[in-house]
């Protein structure tokens, strides 16, 4: 068994729902989990140092001037605006 920790908020809409499905909120969590898929990591068949320079070159690849999102954009009120 794991034991994760979520905010008291997403605990308080996560319960409503499990409630309104007669559920248990660890009933709902491993229903939603259930529903995501999981795709597990194959070990690269390469030397791990030419998966690194891959890695870097993938890296590198990007534009450094593409234009960041200010701390505004990025917070939890512009995402959720009421």
């Known amino acids: 068994m794991v034991t994760i ?6 605990a308080e809409v996560y319960g409503e729902e499990a409630r309104a499905r007669g559920m248990t909120l660890q009933e709902w969590i491993l229903e939603a989990a259930s529903c995501m898929p999981v795709r597990v990591a194959e070990p690269p068949d390469e030397d791990p ?11 590198e690849s990007h534009d450094p001037n593409l234009p960041v999102l200010s701390d505004e954009a990025m917070s939890r009120e512009s995402i959720y605006k009421s």
């Open 5 to 10: 920790e979520i905010p008291d908020i997403l």
């Open 49 to 59: 140092e030419e998966w690194v320079r891959r890695f870097e070159e993938w890296v």
